[in-house]
């Protein structure tokens, strides 16, 4: 008996905190009652605690509830726990199946995209890109993703090197790349459209962390003659997923 009022006792108070996180500018104490189902001295008790807990505290300008430094660091703590690889990985395994394609995940590094992770589709490919292998980032999906999110003194300090021209469908030229990465932070996805090698059609989106910043990308890449004719959909399905992702990393869009 004795453990069922216990949890039932610590979900009250993680359903109150869970409120009160829910509520960035403040939440009242009947409101609180309100949306928690939960009685009104009840949650006037728990709030005390965790008052002196420093979870929460109450502004007394408008006697509204706000989450406390001890909530912040426990956020930030997990966030910091959390590793990328490990989060994507499930997703990516999903992503591939959906698709039936290749997926991969890879990190930005001076210029180049650095492959952490891949997963095969029941329709696997045949690519350049290896598990730790380094490519240019302004030819490649996953790499055009990245770029595009780094500071202009980076862009500028990447698009003043020799580029050089893979395949016939390589963009070479400056103004077309800065266009390019222009357009990608507008739509939110990337494209490799057989610049990096022929035959081969990628898209991209970037995962986003806590801090809103880019910390990697995921993309889909298959055959052109493949991809073509179900690229809306492919789109849509990298979207979801890479929000998922970055959600799970903290970012809130």
């Known amino acids: 008996m004795s453990d069922k009022l216990n949890s039932s006792s610590i979900d009250k108070v993680l359903t109150i905190l869970e409120s009160v996180s829910n509520h960035p500018t403040g939440i009242s104490l009947a409101d609180l009652a309100k949306n928690t189902k939960i009685a009104k001295t009840t949650v006037f008790r728990i709030l005390e605690t965790l008052k002196l807990r420093e979870y929460v505290t109450l502004d007394n300008l408008t006697e509204r509830y706000i989450l406390d430094i001890k909530s912040l660091e426990l956020g930030i703590k997990g966030l910091m726990n959390v590793n990328l690889v490990e989060v994507a990985i499930?997703?990516?395994?999903?992503?591939?199946?959906?698709?039936?394609?290749?997926?991969f995940l890879g990190v930005y590094n001076h210029g180049h995209v650095v492959y952490l992770y891949k997963s095969e589709g029941t329709l696997a490919i045949q690519t350049n890109a290896h598990l730790g292998s380094r490519m240019p980032a302004y030819c490649t999906g996953i790499g055009k993703a990245l770029l595009a999110h780094q500071s202009q003194e980076e862009i500028d300090l990447q698009l003043k090197e020799p580029l050089v021209k893979y395949t016939e469908n390589t963009i070479t030229d400056r103004v077309g790349l800065y266009e390019a990465l222009a357009d990608i932070r507008l739509k939110g996805y990337s494209f490799d459209n057989e610049e990096n090698e022929e035959g081969l059609t990628c898209v991209a989106k970037p995962i986003f962390n806590y801090t809103g910043n880019v910390i990697g990308a995921i993309s889909v890449a298959g055959p052109t003659n493949r991809m073509k004719p179900k690229l809306e959909q492919v789109i849509e399905d990298l979207k979801n997923?890479?929000?998922?992702?970055?959600?799970?990393?903290?970012?809130?869009?």
């Not at 990516?92 to 199946?97: E, M, R, V």
């Not at 997923?241 to 869009?253: A, C, D, F, K, M």
């Open 241 to 253: 997923v890479s929000q998922v992702v970055s959600r799970r990393l903290g970012h809130i869009e």
């Open 90 to 103: 499930p997703y990516l395994k999903k992503l591939s199946s959906l698709t039936q394609e290749t997926c």
